[in-house]
């Protein structure tokens, strides 16, 4: 079954501390991939996204991305976390010529000063 | 600016009620989508629509009706069948519809059930 698998529920860091956000997908072809951010009771803002090429894609607010298609992961990375980066991430996924978008559970990222 | 509107941001009903919630894009989009988000379980597709006058189920559509007469506006309408309605509800767009562009987001609709 195609699935979208956010082992992480929770993750608490440091501020200026490193952050790595994990995501696992199923799916018979290498899809789009996405990392959305979400603060609560807000709509989902795109953070970065993957369609081919460079492996490694930069996107807003310091963050980055790395796909690795043996390991079928696309895992969102941040150097030196802030503050106002706490908030619900969600890894989503959709095949090419397809219109369904497939989300994980999301973590929930809390910033400890 | 170009975005998606969601409207009423908050929303409480009665049981036995139907609800439409309302989602206009002014993004020229040709896709427009509802999900339904609770704690824990991210965001699921209730349905989905491609093109004026045409829409699908996606994997939660029971208890729930959509329309697609114009290509702004997608309307979700959350039925007395419904079994537990209370959520909150994200509208969203993209394009192109065939793949490739990412969705856009509107604010939410946090529908309560009393």
């Known amino acids: 079954a195609q699935s979208v698998t956010q082992p992480d529920i929770h993750i608490t860091v440091s501020e200026g501390a490193s952050l790595e956000l994990r995501c696992n997908y199923s799916?018979?072809?290498?899809?789009?991939l996405f990392w959305y951010v979400q603060s609560p009771g807000q709509g989902l803002q795109l953070l970065l996204k993957y369609f081919s090429g460079d492996t490694l894609v930069q996107g807003i607010k310091g963050f980055e991305a790395e796909f690795k298609r043996s390991q079928s992961s696309f895992n969102l990375r941040k150097p030196s976390v802030h503050w106002s980066d706490a908030a619900e991430y969600f890894c989503?996924?959709?095949?090419?010529?397809?219109?369904?978008?497939?989300f994980g559970s999301g973590t929930k990222l809390n910033v400890k000063p | 600016d170009g975005g998606i509107t969601q409207s009423p941001k908050y929303l409480f009903r009665k049981e036995g009620q139907n609800v439409t919630l309302s989602c206009e894009q002014n993004?020229?989009?040709?896709?427009m989508y509802w999900y339904r988000q609770d704690p824990g379980q991210g965001l699921r597709l209730i349905y989905y629509?491609?093109?004026?006058?045409?829409?699908q189920k996606g994997d939660i559509a029971e208890g729930y009706s959509v329309s697609r007469e114009k290509k702004e506006s997608f309307p979700l309408t959350v039925t007395s069948a419904q079994k537990n309605p209370t959520a909150f509800y994200l509208c969203?767009?993209?394009?192109?519809?065939?793949?490739?562009?990412?969705?856009?987001f509107g604010e939410g609709s946090r529908l309560t059930v009393l």
């Open positions: 993004l020229n989009h040709d896709a």
């Open positions: 989503a996924v959709v095949l090419y010529n397809f219109n369904k978008f497939y």
């Open positions: 969203a767009s993209s394009s192109p519809s065939g793949g490739g562009g990412e969705l856009f």
């Open positions: 799916y018979g072809a290498t899809p789009y």
């Open positions: 629509s491609q093109i004026v006058n045409d829409f």
